[in-house]
């Protein structure tokens, strides 16, 4: 089964998620609409956030929210 994700229809073609990411197993997605898309995925660490941070630049991800107690700096992000 593969998963694919694209921030919007204007991103271009939709990337897979699978074995080229080392986090293929930490995310789920959830397409409810053309434009709309959720990338769930596990509590990244300080330790693995750089992990995700280059998931989300190649998945073309644009907002995250955090809904689980924080486990790692938010700052990494908002520096990214």
């Not at 197993?25 to 709309?36: G, P």
């Not at 959720?38 to 929210?65: G, H, Q, S, W």
């Amino acid at each position: 089964m593969s998963a694919y994700y694209a921030s919007s229809s204007t991103a271009g073609p939709r990337k897979p998620l699978g074995k080229s990411s080392p986090l293929s197993n930490s995310f789920s997605l959830i397409e409810y609409d053309r434009d709309l898309r959720f990338l769930i995925m596990d509590c990244p660490t300080n330790n693995t956030i750089a992990l995700y941070l280059k998931e989300f630049v190649r998945l073309n991800v644009t907002d995250v929210v955090r809904v689980c107690e924080p486990t790692y700096l938010r700052e990494r992000l908002e520096t990214h």
